[in-house]
């Protein structure tokens, strides 16, 4: 049996809706990294773009339906009982206060990574857990330009280790490429908005769970259709 590394994974994101292109990233990052759990935390507010169309409690409960079909994932209520924009390095902060012994690794796309800079208080993040990149093909820091300051983080921190992960408690960068899942939540939105005809579209895409979920509460319904 593979000894697990003793590392709290994290992944955030507006999951609106949650789908499989979030949940099989998740789960292929925890199998090849032999992680115990990676959370999945849905945005309350998030501060560096539009506002999702389903509400918090929604996309909360449609990120822990999305969950059940996979050992090992859990959703995180935290940012969205939070008040006010939801910034990762107040999450951090909470899961760093409330086991300050357990490593945490922020999971994260290559294209979101070279836009870390803009974050908030964003170098106070690798003092508060490390980074797991996620490459797909055409989307690594190699191919894409790093701002300088986050340029000297990457050459500094960057290992092919991962049990890096749980020696230390923040700082390390660790690459992972993935396979591909070519889902987008904005099409599976669309084709929602379709009616009964888009819906047999997306059949796949998302946990049935999650379709009869936004079935029920009439979510992502096009205005002729309310």
Known sequence: ????????????????????????????????????????????????????????????????????EFPGLSADAREVARAGPSYTVQTLE???????????????????????????RWERLFTLAHFIVVERPGATPAAIEL???????????????????ERTLAGSIVRMPVTPQPIAATAIRAALARGPAGRAEIRGLLPSAVLDYIDRNQLYRSQDAT
């Not at 701002?147 to 992960?165: G, K």
């Open 1 to 68: 049996m593979t000894r697990l590394i003793r590392a709290l994974a994290i992944l955030g994101g507006t999951f609106d809706p949650i789908h499989y292109g979030h949940l099989r990233l998740a789960s292929d990052v925890k199998v090849a990294l032999s992680l115990p759990e990676v959370r999945l935390i849905p945005a309350g507010s998030p501060p560096h773009r539009m506002p999702p169309v389903a509400s918090a409690a929604h996309r909360l409960a449609m990120t822990s339906l999305g969950c059940v």
């Open 94 to 120: 909470e899961l760093h206060a409330e086991q300050p012994n357990l490593p945490l690794a922020l999971l994260i796309g290559a294209d979101s990574f070279a836009g870390l800079t803009q974050w908030y």
């Open 147 to 165: 701002p300088p300051a986050l340029e000297v983080h990457w050459q500094r921190r960057l290992t092919t280790d991962p049990a890096r992960l």
